[in-house]
């Protein structure tokens, strides 16, 4: 899950088990670039 920190803390209750599992970007990426997300998700491990 990619969102920003306040939008992860109002969902966060409402995981499923499946995806408590595959993590979690608390960062706002909506105004970079695609390449820059990808850049992010790669440093995160959130990109496998």
Known sequence: M??????????????????????E???DLVKLPVYEIEKQLLLSGAAK
């Open 25 to 27: 970007v608390g960062k």
């Open 2 to 23: 990619v969102a920003s920190p306040r939008a992860l803390g109002m969902i966060r209750a409402d995981y499923s088990d499946a995806m408590r599992k595959a993590g």
